[in-house]
């Protein structure tokens, strides 16, 4: 998984800002908390290492001493964290330190798994802006699990598979982008351009496999590094126990006094060993009690199986109980005589003014839950994921879901090539599922469903909603998004929280080119001022 992008002096020159100037795995030193950020921030963008993003952008001038980090006090301070981590037991010290971590070269199986922790930032590849459609030293960038590795037979397969896959797509993501430019009558304004280009990557993303390789920055707190280096050391992929390793290698060099304890046997390994035993647990029960029956064939659609019948007014009782003086139990029985266009009324009055999604109303909002169960593609499922101020489950990733079209691969006349790559990806699965069971993930596509539940209160539904429906956001789960609000105004009968949802949009297509074009007006308007 090493970059190797850098020559022996470009090393030289990013080495005092790196723990690791060669390896996939390094946290970053001697910079700015700024440059730390914006580094990461690159990431979405670019196809690029960090490193090399560093060199290029950061350090043009050649210059590569680093400034020294200050020294003063940090033995007491290491006194003092040892003393209050092992003596004292206190977790909550360990979140005031943290560590930016560059993770590169993964699996999109992998940055699930790492993304899964809430008390973190995360920051990775794009499939929406960079493109997959170039190889290094004639290799399609794909990770190659050491259990399929271990098998030259099943590798062979697994290559001939993913290599299509990837051949399938640089081809189709060319003819896609012809097709939606001659749609389009293009006069070659740069706007259009980079709209149909994000269109037609879009288009095309259900062909990658979860196996492509991704790069991610993360930044957290000791503690959240702690949870979650030990939850790749004790997962049952060997590439996340890897990368937990390697994760935990580099933090020892940049803060080693908060992670103590993640690698002692009576502490992170009998937590991670727990939790591993817990999941294996719930299949051994489901075995017994549910049996062995094949599931149903599912279908991209959203399904909301629980909620508070009386949510609006658990809203508005939150709302006016802070002000009232009043026992909130007090507050909820004067609401509840109330007549329900009078709540709604009154959550409209309380919410009023927002000028854009990012203001949203206080806590109140929390007073109300929504229980949904979702099926969509993987790639959707990608972005979702990253809510996390929310509780989300996930089955296995697999191709017994089946798998969601393109249309605009269909479209341009090319529906039976993305299937075709579907199926040779869903047999591969099933190959792989006989041998390497954890493994088979990998071999799957970002166009294969997955099914997956999401509680979460009202507030931040509303910012799920909100985000995932803008015009410019993918098909997929801007179709969740839509679906999510129509279920809450209507199977929740909730039509008072959902109209307070006023900055989701319920249109059916996507409109990126509005936003290119205020991108570019940005642009523009910071040359003039430049």
């Keep these: 998984m090493a970059q190797g992008d850098l020559s022996a002096d470009e090393r030289a020159r990013v080495a005092p800002y790196v723990t690791d100037p060669d390896g996939p795995v390094f946290a970053l030193l001697n910079l700015p908390e700024a440059v730390k950020g914006a580094l990461f921030a690159r990431y979405s963008r670019s196809p690029d290492s960090v490193r090399r993003i560093l060199l290029e952008e950061f350090l043009p001038d050649g210059h590569g001493e680093a400034v020294p980090v200050p020294e003063v006090g940090s033995d007491r301070a290491r006194q003092f964290f040892q003393r209050v981590l092992a003596e004292y037991g206190d977790d909550s010290v360990a979140q005031l330190g943290g560590a930016h971590v560059a993770i590169e070269g993964v699996s999109n199986v992998l940055t699930k798994v790492i993304e899964w922790g809430r008390l973190a930032s995360y920051l990775e590849q794009s499939t929406r802006y960079v493109p997959y459609t170039d190889q290094v030293d004639g290799r399609w960038k794909y990770v190659r699990p050491p259990g399929i590795a271990a098998r030259p037979a099943l590798l062979a397969r697994y290559e001939s598979v993913l290599d299509d896959a990837f051949a399938t797509y640089a081809r189709l993501f060319e003819s896609v982008l012809d097709h939606l430019v001659a749609q389009s009558g293009d006069d070659g304004d740069?706007?259009?351009?980079?709209?149909?280009?994000?269109?037609?990557?879009?288009?095309?993303?259900?062909?990658?496999?979860?196996?492509?390789?991704?790069?991610?920055?993360?930044?957290?707190?000791?503690?959240?590094?702690?949870?979650?280096?030990?939850?790749?050391?004790?997962?049952?992929?060997?590439?996340?126990?890897?990368?937990?390793?390697?994760?935990?290698?580099?933090?020892?060099?940049?803060?080693?006094?908060?992670?103590?304890?993640?690698?002692?046997?009576?502490?992170?390994?009998?937590?991670?060993?727990?939790?591993?035993?817990?999941?294996?647990?719930?299949?051994?029960?489901?075995?017994?009690?549910?049996?062995?029956?094949?599931?149903?064939?599912?279908?991209?659609?959203?399904?909301?199986?629980?909620?508070?019948?009386?949510?609006?007014?658990?809203?508005?009782?939150?709302?006016?109980?802070?002000?009232?003086?009043?026992?909130?139990?007090?507050?909820?029985?004067?609401?509840?005589?109330?007549?329900?266009?009078?709540?709604?009324?009154?959550?409209?009055?309380?919410?009023?003014?927002?000028?854009?999604?990012?203001?949203?109303?206080?806590?109140?909002?929390?007073?109300?839950?929504?229980?949904?169960?979702?099926?969509?593609?993987?790639?959707?499922?990608?972005?979702?994921?990253?809510?996390?101020?929310?509780?989300?489950?996930?089955?296995?990733?697999?191709?017994?879901?089946?798998?969601?079209?393109?249309?605009?691969?269909?479209?341009?006349?090319?529906?039976d090539e993305f299937a075709c790559v579907q199926r040779r990806s869903a047999d591969l699965w099933r190959e792989v599922r006989d041998e390497v069971p954890d493994e088979a993930p990998y071999a799957v596509t970002m166009a294969h469903r997955l099914r997956f539940a999401l509680r979460m209160n009202a507030r931040e539904a509303m910012h799920l909603i909100e985000l995932r429906s803008q015009p410019q956001g993918h098909t997929a789960y801007r179709r969740v998004a839509r679906d999510m609000l129509r279920a809450i105004r209507d199977d929740a009968g909730h039509p008072g929280i959902a109209g307070l949802m006023g900055f989701a949009d319920m249109s059916g297509d996507g409109d990126r080119l509005a936003q290119e074009r205020r991108s570019e007006a940005r642009r523009a308007a910071d040359t003039v001022d430049s």
């Design 190 to 415: 740069a706007a259009v351009r980079r709209a149909l280009r994000a269109r037609a990557l879009d288009a095309v993303r259900g062909l990658l496999p979860a196996a492509t390789t991704a790069n991610l920055g993360v930044y957290a707190s000791g503690q959240a590094w702690e949870s979650l280096i030990i939850r790749l050391r004790a997962h049952p992929l060997a590439e996340a126990r890897i990368v937990g390793d390697q994760v935990l290698a580099a933090l020892r060099q940049v803060i080693p006094d908060f992670l103590t304890r993640v690698d002692r046997p009576d502490r992170g390994e009998r937590m991670g060993a727990y939790r591993l035993a817990t999941d294996d647990r719930a299949a051994a029960l489901w075995e017994e009690i549910g049996g062995t029956g094949a599931p149903a064939s599912g279908t991209a659609d959203v399904r909301l199986l629980a909620h508070d019948a009386d949510g609006e007014r658990r809203v508005l009782a939150h709302a006016l109980w802070p002000a009232s003086g009043w026992a909130l139990d007090d507050v909820r029985a004067r609401v509840d005589v109330m007549s329900d266009d009078a709540v709604r009324a009154a959550l409209a009055r309380w919410a009023h003014g927002r000028a854009d999604r990012r203001e949203r109303p206080g806590r109140a909002l929390e007073a109300t839950q929504y229980l949904f169960e979702v099926t969509c593609d993987y790639g959707a499922y990608r972005d979702l994921q990253r809510h996390r101020i929310l509780t989300l489950e996930a089955q296995p990733l697999g191709a017994d879901l089946g798998f969601e079209p393109s249309p605009d691969v269909a479209a341009a006349g090319l529906a």
